[in-house]
């Protein structure tokens, strides 16, 4: 007896151990992609990074799969994905500020052209402003900018500009990494959260959670409309008959209605499918649950 609880509470461990390590692995992907797209983003440009970033979501969707949680993998992926793109975007702002601030020299410059950006649709249409040097010269690099009028033709600013004429002469003001280098912070941080709350969600205390959580006044408000008042044995039981005894449509899946089965949850339904040897289907049920030899998103059984 004391072996055998011993087996179960080491199965335990190797549980809850096996998605911490995995989570802690992906984790530790999502910012080496972030850290490495940000290294190659000014050499390959956007468009070249598009197939890489393909490439990280359906690694992401594969691995973030294992940890349980299968239904919601796809929106993970799409969030952390998104975040990691932000993050990366945000960080490279603030590292050309930082840039600017190392080789950059403050100079006093008079605007002598302002324009806007061309209308594209709903785009903002950014403030731009050319720059001449007290003794007539251009400021190097491209034309300052602003998301607002901010300065006139004739006006003398002080401004950072590069000594290499590659970014965007700024004030000093606008040169401060902070809030930038915070904000690639923020969405890392949001990308590994994403990554936490997945690891929770294919958690064996999850799966209980939702399970008391199921709405018992759902449940008796069916059974009084109905007036079925089967037990749970019995409502798997007409559920096994179904499976048994329905034919399946012409992409192969047998369709039932879950609310005739108020008191079995789809995954226990899963489970006693896959006793018979079918697979829930996890997507695109709209209202129904269905089963079949091969499904597209299998729900979780275990």
Known sequence: MSSLADAVDEARKRRIRYPVLLAAGISCYVLAVIAGLLLVADDFGPGRL????????????????KLGARESSAY?????????????????????DLTLQQRGRKVSATVVKEWRDPAQGRKARDYNYALEHRDGTAVPGPAMRA???????????TVIEDSQGELRPQTPGQADAT???????????????????????????????????????????????????????????????????YPADRRGYIKVHPE????????????????????????GNRG??????????EVPHD
């Not at 993970?76 to 050309?96: K, N, P, Q, W």
């Not at 998301?147 to 600013?157: C, E, I, N, P, R």
């Open 260 to 283: 005739e089965y108020p008191d079995v949850l789809q995954q226990r339904a899963a489970r006693m499918a896959w006793e018979m040897g079918l697979r829930a289907e996890a997507a």
């Open 76 to 96: 993970a992926m799409l969030f952390i994905v998104c975040t990691s793109l932000m993050s990366v975007y945000v960080a490279g702002v603030a590292r050309d």
């Open 179 to 245: 809030g930038d280098a915070l904000g690639s912070g923020a969405f890392a941080l949001a990308a590994l959260g994403a990554v936490g709350w997945m690891t929770w969600r294919g958690s064996d205390a999850a799966r209980r959670r939702d399970v008391r959580k199921r709405p018992a006044a759902v449940r008796k408000a069916y059974k009084a409309v109905t007036g079925d008042h089967s037990t749970q044995q019995e409502q798997e039981e007409k559920l096994r008959e179904a499976l048994r005894a």
């Open 50 to 65: 598009i197939p890489l970033w393909i490439v990280h979501g359906v690694l992401l969707v594969v691995l973030i799969r």
């Open 288 to 297: 129904s649950w269905r089963f079949g030899e091969t499904v597209v998103e």
């Open 147 to 157: 998301t607002s009028d901010l300065y006139d033709v004739g006006q003398v600013v």
